[in-house]
């Protein structure tokens, strides 16, 4: 079984790779409304240190849902979703070792961008740091639901404006609590309430969103 993951976790990262569009677009998106936040309120190096961790997770959110829209798409178009499901594998399983390659492939290079964008815009280097860990924490639960989202629209002609509106009300405290990480880090008070309390949503979305995309994926599939 840990052979399977391995060998599906390896091909879909070589398939997310080669397939430049899904990760590149997520990630300009993501630089770009970063730059065009200072144009749009004001370069005041004070206001955009108060602002910007938000600004970041607001940036961050959308890039995943821009990039989530089409994980199931390739795989359901050319029936490797079928062969999934009759796998002797479990098909929750499976989706763990896809959902880690999309994880991998579209927010780990957010992470790894997010020091340098902190530099740009003037931010002490804790609060960095409580930024990378909310989005270490975060962007996982991010991943899992906007799949969650994906499944359930499966097979729309026109999933796109239901997908957002299925997913901004579902990661609400995610976001709140990623930002509460940041803010904690700029007054220098403890970070650790708000990280356990993102770890346990992390633990709880692992441990049950998987199953809950399986069983929605056969029942799409069934229909």
């Known amino acids: 079984m840990l052979t399977s993951f391995n060998h599906l976790l390896y091909t879909e990262l070589l398939l997310l790779v080669r397939r430049s569009q899904d990760w590149l677009y997520p990630l300009g998106f993501f630089v770009v409304v970063l730059c065009v936040f200072p144009l749009a309120f004001t370069p005041d190096p004070l206001f955009l240190e108060k602002y910007i961790p938000g ?11 821009l990039a989530i ?17 009759l796998s002797e594998v479990p098909l929750t ?3 763990l070792a896809k959902l880690a390659a999309q994880w ?12 340098l964008i902190g530099l740009l815009f003037h ?35 026109q999933q796109g404006v239901l997908l957002g509106l299925l997913i901004l009300p579902l990661v609400t405290p995610v976001l709140i609590f990623g930002v509460n ?41 069934d229909d």
């Open 123 to 157: 931010l002490p280097g804790n609060v960095m740091v409580a930024m990378c860990v909310g989005l270490l924490l975060g962007t996982p639960i991010l991943t899992l639901i906007g799949s969650l989202c994906v499944a359930l629209t499966l097979g729309l002609q």
């Open 55 to 65: 600004c970041i997770w607001i940036a961050a959110l959308f890039a995943n849902v």
């Open 93 to 95: 399983f499976l989706l």
């Open 181 to 221: 990480i940041a803010q904690q880090a700029q007054a220098h008070f403890s970070i650790i309430g708000a990280s356990a309390f993102l770890a346990g949503l992390l633990v709880l979305a692992v441990t049950l969103l998987p199953w809950a995309i399986a069983a929605t994926l056969r029942v799409s599939l």
């Open 69 to 85: 829209e089409t994980i199931f798409y390739t795989d359901l178009e050319d029936g490797h979703l079928e062969q999934l499901l």
């Open 104 to 115: 991998i492939a579209t927010s780990l290079p957010l992470i790894i961008l997010t020091p």
